[in-house]
């Protein structure tokens, strides 16, 4: 893994769980992390459609308070994993927006050296064991974190994030079951956002209340407003709580949206969802919601807000910059990370 540089900030948008509950300093740390998140995610848009990010890209905008609710509550010794839809987590759980940027831009101080891209960020310091490309795939392997958890004697979680097209996949109910039947300190977390690419959740899955699937195993569920970020935190909260004291997996429906397409060759919307829906659903924006209700208990002004988003759009410039700087791998590496050296 790269080196971090004395001048890189480590802790710009990482969320700690060490703050008191709905304090005002958390809650200004809540927005910050949002905000960096969308503020990242636009400039990936543009670096895409100026060729410099290439392969798939998948925008985490309209999901911010999901990542960040859910992150807020993890210990530096917990674990994450993903979907290709991974930079705002990657952000979230305090990957540097150099690191995850140069990894967009396929250089060698991106967190992954440039191999992985916008699909597979990846950081072993962090517990972030990756965004997974096969849709699914990763479930089992949450399962298998949560076994070695158990097996170690460590009370550790791992959260593990998937779309609500995971759920009518074999490795998602066969994850859940091993999880309910070996009491695996396992949170499921769907981050149904309505569409598995262009298909509605009503023309996929027979069951409109996917949450509903855990009672198949008896295992613990609940459905979350995935708009409101310090929702997403108390069932986040539960469901820690759960895993570290009583080693019980639970499965959250966390209901959000993308106000972006499923990737950077859907920008918009399509054809599969109307631009009126898109605008009901933009007035219940995490961030907008959040500030607002900052500012109706006199946490913060709107001036420091206005100086907050700033300073994060200097960050992301600044990692547009660090990024653009950092080499590309030479091509002898491509031989390189492939195969586990031991020693006998």
């Not at 990482?14 to 927005?31: C, I, N």
């Not at 995610?41 to 859910?70: D, N, P, W």
């Not at 569409?195 to 569920?221: C, F, N, Q, V």
């Not at 100086?307 to 030479?330: G, H, N, R, T």
């Amino acid at each position: 893994m790269p080196q971090k540089k004395k001048s890189e900030s480590p802790a710009a948008g990482a969320l700690s769980a060490s703050k008191p509950q709905d304090s005002a300093a958390l809650h200004r740390e809540l927005l910050y992390s949002m905000l960096l998140q969308r503020r990242f995610e636009e400039r990936c848009a543009e670096m895409y459609a100026i060729g410099r990010i290439g392969g798939f890209c998948h925008l985490y905008i309209g999901q911010e308070a999901v990542s960040t609710g859910i992150i807020s509550l993890l210990r530096p010794d917990d674990y994450i994993i993903t979907t290709y839809r991974d930079h705002g987590q990657a952000l979230a759980r305090g990957m540097t927006p150099r690191a995850v940027m140069s990894e967009l831009f396929g250089r060698q101080d991106g967190c992954a050296k440039g191999k992985g891209g916008s699909m597979h960020m990846f950081d072993k310091q962090l517990g972030f064991l990756g965004g997974h490309g096969i849709v699914g795939g990763h479930v089992p392997i949450a399962a298998g974190v949560g076994f070695a958890i158990r097996y170690r004697g460590g009370d550790q979680v791992i959260a593990c994030f998937m779309g609500e097209s995971v759920v009518n996949t074999g490795a998602f109910h066969e994850a859940l079951n091993m999880a309910a039947l070996w009491k695996l300190p396992c949170i499921f977390i769907i981050e149904n956002n309505r569409y598995g690419m262009g298909t509605a959740l009503e023309r996929a899955s027979s069951i409109h209340d996917i949450y509903k699937r855990g009672a198949s195993y008896d295992m613990p569920r609940d459905v979350v407003d995935g708009q409101d970020v310090l929702a997403v935190r108390k069932a986040t909260a539960e469901a820690i709580d759960r895993a570290r004291k009583e080693s019980m997996p639970t499965l959250l429906e966390i209901r959000t949206y993308r106000f972006m397409g499923h990737s950077m060759s859907d920008a918009v919307s399509g054809t599969y969802r109307t631009k009126e829906e898109l605008e009901q659903y933009l007035k219940r924006d995490p961030i907008t919601l959040h500030r607002q209700r900052m500012e109706e208990a006199g946490e913060i002004t709107p001036a420091e807000v206005t100086a907050m988003d700033e300073e994060i759009k200097k960050i992301v410039q600044d990692s547009i910059d660090f990024a653009e700087a950092s080499p590309e791998l030479p091509l002898e590496a491509l031989m390189e990370d492939i195969l586990v050296e031991t020693t006998s």
